[in-house]
């Protein structure tokens, strides 16, 4: 209205007045425009920034979870921390079990050393009855060589009796021809008797003197009688004798065989039980072995501790290294149920041994018994003898020409006698000194069994200590799986860190992409601050024009 008012009044001043206030208004109105898209901006900006403080919020409180988080982490690392002083606890107590086992087998040790030593005292007892034996072969075989003289002596006595029986031969035909002569002075006799009967003058001084002389012939009878009793008992005691001394000989012969196999399987148990006592000794030499290596794993374990302690994260390494070592003491383990087990058969060995020398004991006791029984077939054969007299007394001028035959040769029977009460005394020495070499041996096997009783004992102690240390290894490997367990908690920690770190790192450069937005807004509000300003000044200005 007042436009059209000023234009129909035709007033110049209003007219252009009226078209600066057009251009002012279109002017301001276009800055009206110009500052409602600055404010639109502004407001644009706002909520831009709005947003990016939304992010920095969501930032701040991802921070503040990563915060409490890594507060968190500190614990569970305390937490941590508190199971590896525990674990480090559990495995010095494992160490000071350890220690406790070295030291028991330590005493193992010298109580093996102290066994070795009772050993080497036996082995030397051993090997003096091995010498004493040797001299009781040496003495055997010289009372063989001497009875191999007497029994050739009784082979020529045997012969010197054939020859006898030869003599003995020619002494019946010479009876024979002496009994013929006496036929023919029967008869001499007989014709004298008829002279006699024909001279009765004559009879009775040949009566006197035929009375005579058949008593001076029974008196001769009567003695020639006793000495061929006398001679026929000596005889007999002779050929008794005689048989005996053969019998005896040949038992003696039999008994020395027998002696001589004794005498081998002795010789061959005493090697056999050489070889098993140097088997024996053998074993606790490779037992000390054993025992070395075992205190070197051990030692090795104790090691494998304080690698542990110092270094936990080796622990998988030391983890094989001790499964090794579990694996070696297996193998030494196997070793020594194997070196068990060989001793054992030595022992069975050692056993049948003794089985063999009680057998063998056996047949020297039954021996006397073999005695007993050739005496009374040597007392059967005396009985024998008697009869054999009996019949020797009716040829009575054999038994003479007998007993000059024997009278001949009694020295060497007393010699050969002799000998052989010598002999069987020595002999008598000599089972003496086997029994007691026997006796010897038998407590030296007791004591030898005592030994692997006692060597038996330390095994089982020494078993009893690896399984012992088994048990340790056993829980030092579960520690070593707890603190692997714990590693791994770690590990994830660490890892949960590290992505913490990353988001942290991450939001810095977030919220400096927001400071460079809000830096770039506040920029764009200062330069709409500045046209905003700009304005009035320019409205002063169009004022003023």
């Known amino acids: 209205m007042e436009v059209m008012r000023c234009l129909s009044a035709g007033d110049k001043s209003a007219k252009v007045s009226f078209c600066w206030r057009l251009s002012w208004n279109r002017k301001w109105s276009s800055a009206l425009q110009l500052e409602a898209e600055l404010v639109s901006e502004v407001v644009r900006c706002l909520l831009l920034e709005d947003e990016l403080v939304s992010e920095v919020v969501q930032c701040l409180s991802l921070e503040a979870e990563l915060v409490s988080e890594v507060v968190r982490c500190p614990w569970l690392e305390a937490e941590l921390v508190s199971e590896v002083v525990q674990c480090l606890l559990l495995d010095a107590e494992l160490v000071s079990e350890v220690v406790q086992c070295l030291l028991l087998e330590d005493e193992l040790v010298s109580e093996v050393v102290q066994c070795l030593l009772l050993e080497d005292e036996l082995v030397s007892e051993v090997v003096r009855c091995h010498w004493l034996e040797a001299e ?6 010289r009372c063989l060589l001497l009875e191999a003289e007497l029994v050739s002596e009784v082979v020529q006595c045997l012969l ?28 001499l006799e007989a014709e004298l008797v008829s002279e006699v009967v024909r001279c009765p003058w004559l009879e009775a001084e040949l009566v006197s003197e035929v009375v005579q002389c058949l008593l001076l012939d029974a008196e001769l009878v009567s003695e020639v009688v006793r ?3 006398l001679e026929a008992e000596l005889v007999s005691e002779v050929v008794r004798c005689l048989l005996l001394e053969a019998e005896l000989v040949s038992e003696v012969v039999q008994c020395l065989l027998l002696e001589a196999e004794l005498v081998s399987e002795v010789v061959r148990c005493l090697l056999l039980e050489a070889e098993l006592v140097s088997e024996v000794v053998q074993c606790p030499w490779l037992e000390a072995e054993l025992v070395s290596e075992v205190v070197q794993c051990l030692l090795l374990e104790a090691e494998l501790v304080s690698e542990v302690v110092r270094c936990p994260w080796l622990e998988a390494e030391l983890v094989s290294e001790v499964v090794r070592c579990l694996l070696l003491e297996a193998e030494l383990v196997s070793e020594v149920v194997q070196c068990l087990l060989l001793e054992a058969e030595l022992v069975s060995e050692v056993v049948r041994c003794l089985l063999l020398e009680a057998e063998l004991v056996s047949e020297v006791v039954q021996c006397p018994w073999l005695e007993a029984e050739l005496v009374s077939e040597v007392v059967q054969c005396l009985l024998l003898e008697a009869e054999l007299v009996s019949e020797v007394v009716q040829c009575p001028w054999l038994e003479a020409e007998l007993v000059s035959e024997v009278v001949r040769c009694p020295w060497l029977e007393a010699e050969l006698v002799s000998e052989v009460v010598q002999c069987l005394l ?6 003496s000194e086997v029994v007691q070499c ?29 399984l012992l240390e088994a048990e340790l290894v056993s829980e030092v490997v579960r520690c070593l799986l707890l603190e692997a367990e714990l590693v791994s908690e770690v590990m ?53 024009k």
Not at 136 to 141: K, R
Not at 426 to 431: G, N, R, S
Not at 510 to 536: D, G, H, Q
């Open 136 to 141: 009781l072969v040496s003495e055997v075989v």
């Open 160 to 187: 010197l009796e054939d020859e006898l029986v030869s003599e003995v031969v020619r002494c019946l035909l010479l009876e024979a021809e002496l009994v013929s002569e006496v036929v023919q002075c029967l008869s």
């Open 227 to 229: 000495c061929h009793w």
């Open 426 to 431: 020595l002999e008598a020495e000599l089972v």
């Open 438 to 466: 026997l006796s010897l041996e038998a407590e030296l096997v007791s004591e030898v069994v005592q030994c692997l009783l006692l060597e038996a004992e330390l095994v089982s102690e020494v078993v009893q200590c690896l």
């Open 492 to 544: 994830q920690c660490l890892l949960l860190e590290d992505e913490l770190v990353s988001e942290v790192v991450w939001c810095p450069w977030l919220e400096a992409e927001l400071v460079s937005e809000v830096v770039r807004c506040l920029w764009l509000e200062a330069e709409l601050v500045s046209e905003v300003l700009r304005c009035p000044w320019l409205e002063v200005q169009l004022d003023w």
